[in-house]
């Protein structure tokens, strides 16, 4: 199973609005933090979907082979149960027919 938590709740702090008393350097700097971080995240996020995603059709195509599988061995057995009950059948008629009334 895939730890999901770590990368799904890690937040960017909100980005403050630049005042004119505000070094524009700093703001730059936070804003290039930011991104870089948003970007990273994103990267990790889509990292996350595409293997999920891989997993979920993983599990699905196994679900898939295996009622394939059952569906072939019900079909088997029905053919079987089918067979027996014919014999079963046509013993009965014959020994019917022999016994008489």
Known sequence: MVNTTKILTKETEPTC???SDQDYTEA???LKKDEAHLTEQKERLTNLLT???TKAKEEIEKKQHKVQKLNHEVENLKRKCEKYQNLINSQITVECNTNGP
């Open 51 to 53: 293997m999920l995603e």
């Open 28 to 30: 730059y700097q936070k």
């Open 17 to 19: 609005l630049i005042t």
